[in-house]
């Protein structure tokens, strides 16, 4: 279990999601975007968002997963000009739904 102190609970975080990602040449921090600034989307990022899930014991339940992040790319979406925009969607928020025991909309945004 991870201590939910800021600087422990921070640091457990980036390295979970550097591990989960295979993101490790960009410095994170609580403002980094999940999707723009990580590049994580679709498939990967469900799978990142499942693997949090279960390290940090977060309910899910409620987190409406195609407001943040973007289906894997698709021949169709370059032919039809899909230009679908999706809610940011941070580290920081993370930090939260560990905290809180849950990912929702209320902790995203308190």
Known sequence: ???KGTGNLFAALVLF?????GVHDI???RESLIEDD???TGDDAADLILAFSKKYKVDISNFNFTEYFYDDPSIMDVISFNSKSIK???VAHLEKAIIAGRLDETVINN
Do not use: H, N
Not at 17 to 21: A, Q, R, S
């Open 88 to 90: 940011p969607f941070t």
């Open 27 to 29: 410095a994170i921090s």
């Open 38 to 40: 990580l590049g994580v």
């Open 1 to 3: 279990m991870v201590e």
């Open 17 to 21: 999601i550097k591990d989960c990602t």
